[in-house]
């Protein structure tokens, strides 16, 4: 019996991988990991890694190749945005279905995305694309407010600010230029680091569809409603509830539209993870990501086959990885959600108190706290993580909101504040 191969190409080795090595032993597929780690040292968390650099594609793939002479490669998943366009082209050198590497470059650069969704007649904010080395003051002048500023090459919400006016505008994108300027965003190599999105900002309940894209027909594994407003100054996601509470007309309008801006920007095989908002003048898709939901976020799934057989979001994926269709499994019954425990202030953290008491909020099944004692904490707009994930099922969504926050309302995170620095 040959056993199936499935690379896996991630930026970090943390716990979403390690439910891909879950998902992958239940399945009995051999899981394959590449992740840009240290290549100096030898193996150093002992899971047989293959050691790349995304931001050079052509050693990359070079890599992955050769990996793949030793032994068959028979399917490649990416997980995270920075991993996609190295994965297509793998994809397309072993012979796998899979993306066009021009197409995954378009869904990871914002400017890109906006001009090919405009040119397929889909509605699209107003976009202006800024050096971060150029003069705020000359460029308000070209502004409609409210604007929302973003960098072109970060991702989660991180460095996303409103502004509503010329004052404020100045101070966002001076401290979206600072951003810009970390270690770990210089870190990159992504000449699009530089380049920041201004956007007019579209009013509106927002969305995530999680989906595959199946020889160029999507398929809906679940859409998400964020009941927190997402209106600034920072743009904070918090909790994912599934299903919506949204009238069916509405979703279908939402999947037809995530469909076709898959295929505007050339999107053809794998994982999409789509966010778009919806107001009064329709569905308006702010973008297609060719990679799956981050993060603990997709405990939060579960998928029923049709002899009734259980199935997780990472099993789903590892499946259509390997060229099975995945479009006869359907969601879970009853309603589900996560909460992404936000950052409430910097510091450092302590510890958290509470859980036993959130654990017992009827219909919470778990909490995970992900944050470690004395990391320092950054919330939104320059931090990029979460303090851990709340997850609840029940029988309609209104229940699953309710618990979530109950179970929120129960946790008290110690955090010692950060001392200011000398002079300021």
């Not at 050339?266 to 060719?290: I, K, Q, T, Y």
């Not at 099922?393 to 955090?415: I, N, Q």
Request: proline share 6%; glycine share 8%; with cysteine.
């Amino acid at each position: 019996m040959i056993v199936k191969r499935v690379l896996l190409l991630a930026t970090t080795t943390g716990y979403q991988t390690r439910m891909f090595g879950d998902a992958a032993e239940r399945l009995g597929v051999e899981l394959v990991f590449a992740t840009d780690r240290c290549d100096q040292l030898t193996d150093p968390w002992s899971d047989g890694a293959i050691p790349v650099r995304y931001h050079q594609e052509a050693t990359t793939v070079e890599t992955i190749i050769t990996e793949s002479e030793r032994s068959q490669i028979h399917g490649l998943l990416a997980i995270g945005d920075q991993p996609t366009v190295a994965a297509a082209y793998a994809a397309r050198l072993l012979g796998l279905t899979g993306n066009p590497p021009d197409a995954v470059k378009a869904a990871r650069d914002k400017r890109l995305t906006r001009e090919r969704l405009s040119a397929a007649g889909l509605s699209v904010p107003r976009v202006l694309v800024l050096s971060r080395f150029a003069d705020p003051g000359t460029a308000v002048e070209r502004l409609d407010f409210p604007v929302v500023l973003k960098p072109a090459v970060l991702t989660g919400s991180r460095g996303v600010m409103r502004a509503d006016d010329r004052d404020g505008f100045i101070a966002a994108f001076e401290r979206l230029g600072r951003l810009l300027e970390t270690d770990d965003v210089r870190a990159l190599h992504d000449p699009a680091s530089d380049v920041v999105i201004v956007e007019s900002f579209i009013p509106g309940r927002e969305f995530a569809l999680e989906g595959v894209l199946q020889k160029g027909e999507l398929h809906t594994l679940a859409i998400f409603e964020k009941p927190d407003p997402l209106d600034g100054p920072f743009f904070e996601e918090t909790i994912y509830i599934t299903p919506p509470r949204l009238q069916e007309r509405v979703q279908e309008l939402m999947r037809e539209e995530i469909a076709a801006a898959a295929r505007a920007l050339g999107l053809h095989h794998g994982p999409v993870h789509a966010e778009c908002r919806v107001n009064l003048d329709g569905v308006f898709v702010l973008e297609v990501a060719a990679r799956p939901i981050g993060g603990l976020c997709a405990r939060a799934l579960t998928f029923t086959g049709a002899e009734g057989e259980a199935s997780s979001l990472e099993e789903l994926l590892l499946r259509h990885a390997l060229g099975e269709r995945v479009d006869q499994w359907q969601p879970g019954s009853g309603a589900s959600g996560v909460m992404m425990i936000p950052i409430p202030e910097g510091g450092v953290y302590r510890r958290v108190e509470g859980i036993e008491r959130a654990r017992q909020v009827p219909d919470v099944w778990d909490i995970r706290i992900t944050a470690k004692p004395d990391q320092t904490l950054v919330p939104l707009p320059e931090g990029a993580s979460y303090l851990g994930f709340i997850f609840a099922r029940a029988k309609t969504s209104d229940a699953v909101e309710h618990a979530l926050r109950t179970a929120h309302t129960a946790l008290t995170f110690v955090v010692d504040r950060a001392l200011p620095l000398a002079g300021r």
